[in-house]
């Protein structure tokens, strides 16, 4: 018995461009990836908090007025959001090494974003943080690395796709003769 034998070669998996649901669930993985974004950059601009250095101190005069984090980092924050947004702006229409550099970097500037949050008070009390900043960056930096498994099985599944319309050699078969009447 010989197995029918693909007249094409297998297709490398980064040349592969994903069609129908594989290309829907992709690009789904990037729009929800861009919602934990716009959480995020959105608690960045309207959530304010005060901080107090000294523990169990409740008198007025020991606490810092209200402030935004921009206060406190800057304008980075929108800068590291702004380029996790570029990363996948620039995969979109990309193939698979593309996507999975796009997911590397979105959750690496979605991490350090997250880290430099929670380390502007590390020490201090804070009061009035709401959580719109680290349900947005722990969303995202959650849904880049969902996005780094997501990737290459979307790809692996639009290869097998591709493989079934592809022609096959006929198979052999041997005749033995019959016993003749």
């Not at 929108?78 to 090494?97: K, M, N, S, T």
């Amino acid at each position: 018995m010989t197995a029918d034998t693909p007249l094409v070669p297998r297709r490398p998996l980064r040349l592969i461009d994903t069609t129908g649901i594989r290309k829907r669930v992709r690009d789904g993985v990037r729009i929800a990836l861009g919602v934990a974004i716009l959480l995020a950059a959105l608690g960045f601009a309207t959530e304010t908090h005060r901080v107090c250095t000294r523990w169990h101190q409740t008198s007025p005069h020991e606490w810092s007025s209200a402030h935004h984090v921009l206060a406190d980092l800057g304008p980075w924050p929108f800068v590291v959001l702004v380029g996790v947004v570029g990363l996948q702006w620039w995969a979109h229409r990309r193939r698979l090494i593309v996507g999975v550099v796009a997911a590397v970097g979105s959750a690496a500037l979605a991490f350090g974003l997250l880290l430099a949050y929670a380390l502007a008070h590390f020490l201090d009390h804070v009061d009035g943080a709401g959580p719109l900043v680290p349900i947005g960056l722990v969303g995202a930096f959650l849904l880049a690395a969902a996005q780094l498994v997501v990737e290459p099985v979307v790809a692996v599944l639009e290869r097998r796709a591709l493989a079934r319309t592809d022609p096959v050699m006929p198979r052999a078969v041997v005749v033995e003769p019959g016993p003749r009447p």
